[in-house]
């Protein structure tokens, strides 16, 4: 079908105008056909095999454009009311569009949006060519998600004026002159000008689609090709390259680490902060300039196959634009992203005369190599496999406890899932399906033997979800260990990937893939997760925002419901315990130094997060700035008194929070990676609580045997 007039003479209106504008119109992107067929498809797929099959019709349709004007422009900085109005326009139009492979709507919004953005930080920069009124009484709402748009284009001009004022302002408060803030803010928004010429008809399909996929439910995606890859990578934990970590700096891709064992770090030749301009294929290729290129082109470009040479070349990081090239060589190899796998630390808790060790395994995702395991590999990569080594590592070294450390794991492999809590129940079910007819499956474990049968606590918080929500409740069930931290993300449903080239007999991958959600997926005592989470045995604070953050902050989520309890037998009982373990987590707390920080931190955080409106009186400012400084300067003197380390770190971290104006990519790379390490080094409360409280628990089970794990299967050997 057609675009309406209107909407075509907003475009046409758009390239006449943008010809007066310093930087020059953005290029006009155009859907591919494989685009608009991968979409049709993808309806078709949506609407019949969802857990929740929603009809593609004129009223999805008016949520996808509202969903996809939103993903653009969330906080209304670019649109104006007129430009809304045009799109909305069309609102019982895409549906139709979508079934004849049209996706002219989404790439004119878009197309639109590229415009916007172009004009509002063309003003930006003219801005910087005066000052700006301090000593003015005038307010900023820098947070604009529920605001009105713009109803007018001087109206929006307003906008971006107070939004660059308030920008210089914070460099200002920094401590910057002048002209060092036009430096600055210049190259800022020319960096923000120049991505903006850089979106491919890829970008715009996969944020339409990604659109339109969660206006069904919230957990279903769209992956393009680049996007399924990565994903394949991020589940596999490898990938065949050079083992460089890549950022964008102004304009340049510079080397941010390099992989312990990759080809990079073991050639000597590079180090942390080379740019990278240039690229060339096997020996003999032409080298290609990436200077100015988007950093996942400069990442295809490297990655490859394995055995195969990259040549890079390379402006070192003391040399200036103009200092001496170097060309290297590099073999790809297969690199294993340990970062991103479980490992193991112990902590020693001490209490009263008792002093105990606590093993901590940390695991930031539930990975599973399908290839791998599709294949009959015997040494595929898998989360569950990698936790059952360091169990057993941590047995060798004789620990009293073990605690699962699951905060921010988002989830993954269902079957992982199923796997790692097999590990400390044993055989025996796990967690209930229930697909879209109603059909109701429950899945288990056929361990004969738990890995762990001591004392155990799973650390959770707000972005522990799906797969790490099977777990932590399945061991609440069963009585197994003890729940610690915040109420999880409350995310209860399963996905599965469907790949659309092989739907279609593709021989080359260009449809992409669907994460859809088929089923939904229930505790073992009948209950759900889903919208409700885990709720913790223990409580412990977090910065998290229910508001804005977990399955109830979706405006589509399913709800939460019940099925029938599956055939189980606890295994332990901890809730009999936990009066006394609350009791005593309370009273420690109430006189750990440390602990009481980190609540002033988290009721700091949820009094700024109230906070939509900001002054842009510099007097204002300084008086709130003045008022934070001397409130980290109390802490500061209210240190540990023990060796300094941990205060020093604390105080280093502290430092850091402190508003400087820039953006993460505007300051040097050694002050951020410093920075970094400095919030690494400083002391984790939490997990240091969590700890304790496992040790509490401990004492009280060794105390009171009859609560513990009773295994049927066997015992720790």
């Known amino acids: 079908m057609r675009l309406k007039n209107s909407l ?76 809304i109005d045009q799109f909305t326009a069309e609102n019982t139009k895409l549906d139709d569009a979508i079934y004849r492979e049209d996706l002219r709507i989404p790439f004119a919004i878009f197309n639109l949006y590229q415009q916007r953005i172009v004009e509002r930080l063309t003003y930006a920069r003219e801005l910087l060519k005066q000052g700006f009124d301090f000593s003015q009484k005038e307010d900023f709402a820098f947070v604009r998600d529920k605001e009105p748009w713009p109803k007018s284009e001087a109206e929006s001009r307003d906008l971006w004026r107070k939004r660059v004022k308030n920008d210089w302002l914070r460099l200002k408060l920094a401590g910057k002159k002048d002209q060092a803030i036009r430096d600055t803010l210049s190259k800022r928004y020319e960096n923000s000008l120049a991505r903006a010429y850089k979106y491919k008809s890829d970008d715009v399909f996969q944020i339409f689609m990604n659109a339109y996929a969660t206006s069904i439910e919230p957990h279903t995606d769209y992956l393009g090709t680049s996007a399924a890859a990565d994903f394949d990578i991020s589940m596999k934990l490898s990938l065949v390259g050079i083992g460089a970590v890549l950022q964008e700096r102004d304009e340049y891709t510079t080397i941010r680490e390099l992989v312990a064992g990759g080809p990079a770090q073991l050639s000597g030749k590079l180090a942390v902060g080379d740019r990278i301009v240039g690229v060339a294929q096997g020996d003999k290729g032409a080298v290609v300039d990436v200077v100015g290129t988007r950093i996942d082109d400069v990442v295809k470009q490297i990655r490859g196959a394995k055995d195969t040479v990259v040549r890079l070349d390379i402006l070192p990081a003391d040399a200036g634009p103009d200092g001496k090239h170097k060309l290297i060589s590099l073999v790809r190899n297969k690199i294993s992203l340990e970062q991103q796998a479980a490992k193991k630390t112990i902590l020693t808790i001490k209490s009263g005369d008792t002093t105990r060790k606590v093993g901590v395994i940390t695991l930031p995702a539930f990975y599973e190599d399908f290839d791998g395991r599709r294949k009959g590999d015997k040494n595929f990569r898998s989360a569950s496999r990698d936790v059952a080594a360091l169990l057993a590592e941590l047995k060798k070294e004789k620990v009293d406890s073990v605690l699962m450390d699951l905060r921010n794991n988002g989830g993954g ?18 967690v209930q399906q229930r697909n879209a007819r109603g059909d109701v499956n429950v899945e288990g474990d056929d ?64 449809f992409g893939e669907l994460k859809m959600t088929i089923a939904q997926f229930f505790r073992i005592n009948g209950g759900t997760t889903q919208l409700r989470g885990v709720t913790p045995d223990v409580s412990l604070p977090g910065f998290s925002d ?65 906070k939509r409106v900001i002054s842009l009186n510099e007097t204002d400012r300084r008086t709130e700035m003045n008022q934070q400084e001397a409130r980290l300067k109390a802490r500061g003197k209210a240190g540990d008194g023990g060796d300094g380390k941990d205060k020093d770190a604390a105080d280093a971290a502290d430092l850091n929070r402190q508003d400087d104006g820039l953006q993460a990519n505007e300051r040097s790379l050694s002050a951020e990676l410093a920075a970094e390490k400095a919030q690494k080094s400083a002391k984790d409360v939490l997990l240091n609580e969590a700890a304790k409280i496992l040790g509490d628990t401990s004492d009280l089970l060794k105390a009171n045997p009859k609560f513990a794990m009773q295994p049927a299967n066997g015992k720790d050997k």
């Not at 987590?585 to 109230?610: G, I, P, S, Y």
Request: charged share 20%; with cysteine.
């Open 447 to 510: 361990i004969p033997t738990p890995a762990w049968t001591g004392p155990l606590a799973v650390l959770i918080n707000r972005g522990s979800a799906s797969a790490s929500e099977i777990f932590a409740a399945a061991i609440q069930d069963y009585g197994r260990g003890i729940i610690v931290g915040e109420g999880s993300f409350g995310k209860g449903t399963v996905q599965t990937m469907v790949n659309l080239d092989e739907l279609s007999h593709n021989d080359k991958p260009k």
């Open 546 to 610: 229910p508001e804005s953050f977990g399955e109830s902050s979706y405006d589509n989520a399913l709800p939460w419901s019940q099925v029938k309890a599956a055939d189980y037998t606890p295994v332990g009982d901890v809730k009999g315990l936990l009066p006394q373990i609350q009791s005593r987590h309370d009273a420690r707390v109430e006189k750990d130094k440390d602990f009481q920080r980190f609540l002033e931190d988290v009721t700091e955080v949820n009094t700024l997060r109230k």
């Open 8 to 83: 075509l003479c907003v475009i046409l209106a758009i390239s006449t105008a943008a010809h007066a504008l310093e930087a020059g119109p953005p290029p006009v992107l155009s859907p591919l056909q494989q685009q608009a067929q991968a979409a049709h498809l993808s309806a078709q797929f949506l609407t019949r095999f969802h857990y929740k099959p929603v009809p593609l019709d004129d009223t999805l349709s008016a949520k996808v454009i509202n969903r996809y004007i939103k993903s653009l422009d969330p906080e209304k900085f670019f649109f104006v009311q007129a430009d």
């Open 413 to 430: 492999s269902l079957t992982e899932a199923v796997d790692l809590t097999g590990l400390f129940v044993g055989k025996g079910p796990i």
